[in-house]
């Protein structure tokens, strides 16, 4: 599988943007999922939805961010609103068949990567 990130870009404080990850091949029965890695940070968790369409986020952009798919069309949805400077990052999307819930958050488990996607919020 291979996937493809797109929809970043500069945006200021409070505003909104919307990332789409694109797959090539289906991903019906597979976890799709957005990770970030700010400057000097590690890469860290952000959210994912599940082949079941079920959620989990970070606590740090629970109800901001909007996680959602679309199975015909094999791409994975991540809406961002009231963008703060700490979102700042560059956002990967990955995808990796079912992952049990308590693997959901861990990078390790996810086997499908893309290349990423700048993500700069402004003041």
């Known amino acids: 599988v291979q996937l493809q990130a797109s929809g970043g870009g500069l945006v200021q404080a409070g505003g909104s943007l919307r990332l789409t990850c694109a797959a090539s091949?289906?991903?019906?029965?597979?976890?799709m999922g957005w990770f970030r890695q700010g400057p000097g940070k590690a890469r860290e968790f952000v959210a994912v939805?599940?082949?079941?369409?079920?959620?989990v986020y970070a606590g740090s952009v629970k109800g901001r961010f909007t996680i959602s798919r679309d199975n015909t069309k094999n791409t994975v949805y991540l809406q961002m609103n009231s963008l703060t400077l700490e979102d700042t990052a560059v956002y990967y999307c990955?995808?990796?068949?079912?992952?049990?819930?308590?693997?959901?958050?861990?990078?390790?488990?996810?086997?499908?990567w893309g290349q990423g996607t700048l993500v700069t919020v402004s003041s």
């Open positions: 990955a995808v990796t068949p079912r992952l049990i819930l308590s693997r959901k958050r861990e990078a390790s488990a996810y086997h499908y």
């Open positions: 091949g289906s991903t019906f029965n597979y976890d």
């Open positions: 939805i599940g082949w079941n369409r079920s959620t």
